[in-house]
T-cell receptor
Framework: AQSVAQPEDQVNVAEGNPLTVKCTYS??????LFWYVQYPNRGLQFLLK??????LVKGSYGFEAEFNKSQTSFHLKKPSALVSDSALYFC????????????FGGGTRLMVKP | SQTIHQWPATLVQPVGSPLSLECTVE??????LYWYRQAAGRGLQLLFY??????ISSEVPQNLSASRPQDRQFILSSKKLLLSDSGFYLC????????????FGSGTRLTVV
């Protein structure tokens, strides 16, 4: 069975500082990995994905994530946080033999303070 | 381009009343469709998914049901709402092997009073 862990319920950073939101996964086979962002009372929006190729993936709003196969991690990063980045972030994974289902992590709330 | 529509955006319903939430997808064919519930702004609970017309898989036993009467239409229903049905309901669609992930609707905030 596949699983995703987001070990931090909340991450607090100051505006202008770098941010990291952690994600680790467990799947059999090669994973498809995704990050989504959710603003209050909105649906989830796609940020970035890793399917294959370069381990460093760049996405929307200046976010990036690095696929680390040996550590089974896909941490979300941004060099300089903005107050407007404050939101709920979800990591998701699909094993390559898992058909059409994503497994989501529990979400991490990012708070960026001015 | 593909779009997903979900309505209504907010709904306040009394306990014991029926429920019908609708989700439609445009610009694609044979999508996989999903209903999720999110409580208290946290994790996502998969309620139902469908890979084709009339094909519904239920992930958790509950007071809700789903139907897919047309290829791009997914309906979430209840005959009698419970207080515990309150939450934020999200519809999503995907294609094939998920290389593009899920696309989510804007959600429905349901409050049962």
């Amino acid at each position: 069975a596949q699983s995703v862990a987001q070990p931090e319920d909340q991450v607090n950073v100051a505006e202008g500082n770098p941010l990291t939101v952690k994600c680790t996964y467990s799947v059999s086979g090669n994973p498809y990995l995704f990050w989504y962002v959710q603003y209050p009372n909105r649906g989830l929006q796609f940020l970035l994905k890793y399917i294959t190729g370069d381990n460093l993936v760049k996405g929307s709003y200046g976010f990036e994530a690095e696929f680390n196969k040996s550590q089974t991690s896909f941490h979300l990063k941004k060099p300089s946080a903005l107050v407007s980045d404050s939101a709920l972030y979800f990591c998701a994974v699909r094993a390559n033999n898992a058909g059409n289902m994503l497994t989501f992590g529990g979400g991490t709330r990012l708070m960026v303070k001015p | 381009s593909q779009t997903i529509h979900q309505w209504p955006a907010t709904l306040v319903q009394p306990v014991g009343s029926p429920l019908s939430l609708e989700c439609t997808v445009e610009g694609t064919s044979n999508p996989n469709l999903y209903w999720y519930r999110q409580a208290a702004g946290r994790g996502l609970q998969l309620l139902f998914y469908s890979v084709g017309i009339g094909q519904i898989s239920s992930e958790v036993p509950q007071n809700l049901s789903a139907s897919r009467p047309q290829d791009r239409q997914f309906i979430l229903s209840s005959k009698k709402l419970l207080l515990s049905d309150s939450g934020f309901y999200l519809c999503a669609w995907s294609l094939g092997q998920l290389r593009t992930g899920y696309t989510f609707g804007s959600g429905t905030r349901l409050t049962v009073v």
